[in-house]
C-alpha cells in the first residue's frame, strides 16, 4: 500500500501498484491538501509523472509533484537565492583560472594550443564537450546560471533548443536546475553545463587555440565533474588567444 511520508512524499511502486481509482483518490487527497485546482487532465499528469520516475508539474503556486526513482510526491522548493551572473572581461576568462559559481561549485578555465598530434575528432567525446575555440568567442562574457529565454544549439545536435526543454528532457530536478552554469557572450549561450557547446563557438579543423572548462564540485579535494583538459604544460595566456 502507498505509504504517505514526511513532506507529502509517495512510495512510488506502492503507489503504482494500488488500483487505478484507489491510486487517483490519494493524488487528489495531495491536491487538495494544498488547495491546487483538480482535473482529469491534472489527474492524469500526475499518473504518468509517477510511472516514469522522474519530471514534475506545478499543481498550486510554488508547489509541484515530482516523481524520482524511489517516491514521488509534493515538492516545495527552497527560498531561491539570487540569480548567479558575473561579467568575464574577455581578458579575464582567456587567462583563464577558478571562478565560484554556485555553492561550492567551481569553474577552472584554462587554454590551450592545438597540438599537432591530438586533432579535435581525436578528443575524448566527454571532453569535447567542454572545450571552446577562443578565436569564436565574443565580448560580453558572462558566467551565470539558466535565465529565461536561453537557448543553445548543440555542437553535433538538431536545430537550436530552449534549455529548460533540454534539462526537462534529461530529468534535471528542479531543485538542481538553479546551479548548473552557463556561458554567454552579447550573440547568447556559449556552453551549458552538462549539455555542452553551442555550435558557434564548437572547435573545427582551423581553431589554434581551445578553452577548457571543468567543473569543479569540491574545491577542497579538487574533485571534478568533467574531465581536465590536456597537459598544463600546453596551456597558454590571452595573448595566445586573440585577445
Not at 513532506?7 to 491546487?36: F, T
Not at 569543479?216 to 597558454?236: I, N, V
Amino acid at each position: 500500500q502507498a505509504r504517505l511520508g514526511s513532506g507529502d512524499r509517495l512510495d512510488r511502486q506502492g503507489l503504482l501498484a494500488l488500483p487505478k481509482p484507489v491510486g487517483d483518490c490519494i493524488l487528489q487527497r495531495l491536491l487538495e491538501g494544498v488547495g491546487a485546482a483538480q482535473s482529469a487532465r491534472m489527474l492524469s499528469l500526475m499518473r504518468r509523472i509517477a510511472e516514469e520516475g522522474r519530471g514534475g508539474v506545478e499543481v498550486a503556486r510554488e508547489v509541484f509533484f515530482v516523481a524520482r526513482a524511489d517516491w514521488c510526491g509534493l515538492y516545495r522548493p527552497a527560498e531561491p537565492e539570487p540569480p548567479f551572473s558575473q561579467e568575464l572581461p574577455r581578458e579575464v576568462l582567456l587567462a583563464g583560472g577558478i571562478f565560484p559559481v554556485v555553492g561550492d561549485k567551481r569553474l577552472k578555465i584554462s587554454t590551450f594550443h592545438r597540438l599537432d598530434a591530438k586533432k579535435p575528432e581525436k578528443f575524448n567525446k566527454q571532453l569535447l564537450k567542454n572545450l571552446l575555440d577562443c578565436a569564436k568567442i565574443g565580448n560580453n562574457v558572462t558566467l551565470r546560471v539558466k535565465s529565461n529565454g536561453d537557448r543553445i544549439a548543440l555542437a553535433g545536435g538538431p536545430g537550436t533548443r530552449p534549455l529548460k526543454k533540454l534539462y526537462n528532457e534529461a530529468g534535471v530536478p528542479l531543485e538542481e536546475r538553479a546551479r548548473l552554469a552557463v556561458l554567454a557572450d552579447g550573440e547568447g549561450l556559449l556552453w551549458a553545463e552538462g549539455f555542452g557547446v553551442d555550435r558557434r563557438a564548437a572547435p573545427g579543423p582551423d581553431t589554434q587555440v581551445y578553452l577548457n572548462i571543468e567543473v569543479l564540485e569540491d574545491e577542497k579535494d579538487g574533485s571534478s565533474r568533467h574531465q581536465a583538459g590536456p597537459d598544463p604544460a600546453g596551456r597558454t595566456g590571452p595573448e595566445g588567444c586573440g585577445a
